[in-house]
């Protein structure tokens, strides 16, 4: 944190070049980005990013992303536009982050390290990697859920079948994307064993769109939640 606060006091510097490749390539070959891991941790003796330019760009994105909701799908005033947009910033982005890195950091420090390493102190995963594991996971989540969502939102919405298949399969491609990026962080770390135990939520997700077809539309009730539309 004290790295990522360091570097914004030199906002020119910030590699949005960098920040801008790795997000195309989450969206298309997501392993291409966890390829150089092991070689950062070797220059720079950290696994995770030093530059905060990439949580910039999603933060500026779902301030855009949240202000276009609002207007477009919500109809709301300049008040509960800024409230939305401090919801999917701050709740949806970072509150919600800091749980799950945060529960995923516990845990793979205590389950899924080798517990006779020698080294141990070298063998933790560190929590701003965790947290790095989150923001790469949420872009493509992002793109499905903010975007292609809010342009599909007038079919989503429909009380028929086809609609609420096209929705519910949005969601369940959005978490499964969201828990197999987060696989690949983890996975790429070489001292943590059963990693593969990270995508036993995908069948969960599977199990509950199947149940879901049956006639619960996801995306009805989310923007319900949201929105109250």
Same mark, same amino acid.
């Given at each position: 944190m004290k790295t990522w606060l360091r570097r914004l006091r030199s906002f020119p510097q910030l590699d949005f070049e960098l920040a801008i490749w790795q997000m195309c390539y989450l969206c298309i070959a997501p392993r291409r980005v966890y390829r150089n891991v092991y070689y950062h941790k070797q220059t720079k003796n950290t696994w995770a990013r030093d530059d905060p330019a990439m949580l910039l760009l999603i933060s500026l994105s779902l301030i855009v992303a949240g202000t276009l909701w609002s207007i477009l799908y919500a109809h709301h005033g300049a008040v509960a536009t800024l409230k939305t947009v401090c919801s999917f910033v701050f709740l949806h982005f970072f509150a919600v982050g800091l749980v799950i890195s945060t529960s995923l950091w516990a845990m793979a420090n205590r389950f899924l390290t080798h517990t006779s390493n020698l080294h141990a102190t070298d063998q933790k995963v560190e929590w701003p990697y965790a947290f790095d594991i989150h923001a790469n996971s949420f872009f493509p989540l992002f793109l499905q859920l903010y975007v292609a969502q809010l342009l599909l939102? #007038? $079919? $989503?919405?429909?009380? &028929?079948? $086809?609609?609420?298949? +096209?929705? &519910? *399969?949005? !969601?369940?491609? /959005?978490? *499964?994307? !969201? /828990?197999? +990026? *987060? !696989?690949?962080?983890? &996975?790429?770390? #070489?001292?943590?064993?059963?990693?593969?135990?990270?995508?036993? #939520? +995908?069948?969960?997700? /599977? /199990?509950?769109?199947i149940v879901s077809l049956l006639g619960f539309n996801i995306s009805h009730v989310v923007l319900e939640a949201l929105f109250g539309r």
């Amino acid at each position: 944190m004290k790295t990522w606060l360091r570097r914004l006091r030199s906002f020119p510097q910030l590699d949005f070049e960098l920040a801008i490749w790795q997000m195309c390539y989450l969206c298309i070959a997501p392993r291409r980005v966890y390829r150089n891991v092991y070689y950062h941790k070797q220059t720079k003796n950290t696994w995770a990013r030093d530059d905060p330019a990439m949580l910039l760009l999603i933060s500026l994105s779902l301030i855009v992303a949240g202000t276009l909701w609002s207007i477009l799908y919500a109809h709301h005033g300049a008040v509960a536009t800024l409230k939305t947009v401090c919801s999917f910033v701050f709740l949806h982005f970072f509150a919600v982050g800091l749980v799950i890195s945060t529960s995923l950091w516990a845990m793979a420090n205590r389950f899924l390290t080798h517990t006779s390493n020698l080294h141990a102190t070298d063998q933790k995963v560190e929590w701003p990697y965790a947290f790095d594991i989150h923001a790469n996971s949420f872009f493509p989540l992002f793109l499905q859920l903010y975007v292609a969502q809010l342009l599909l939102a #007038p $079919v $989503v919405t429909r009380s &028929n079948w $086809v609609c609420l298949w +096209v929705g &519910n *399969t949005l !969601y369940l491609s /959005a978490f *499964t994307q !969201y /828990a197999y +990026v *987060t !696989y690949l962080g983890y &996975n790429a770390l #070489p001292f943590l064993i059963r990693s593969e135990l990270l995508l036993f #939520p +995908v069948a969960i997700f /599977a /199990a509950f769109y199947i149940v879901s077809l049956l006639g619960f539309n996801i995306s009805h009730v989310v923007l319900e939640a949201l929105f109250g539309r």
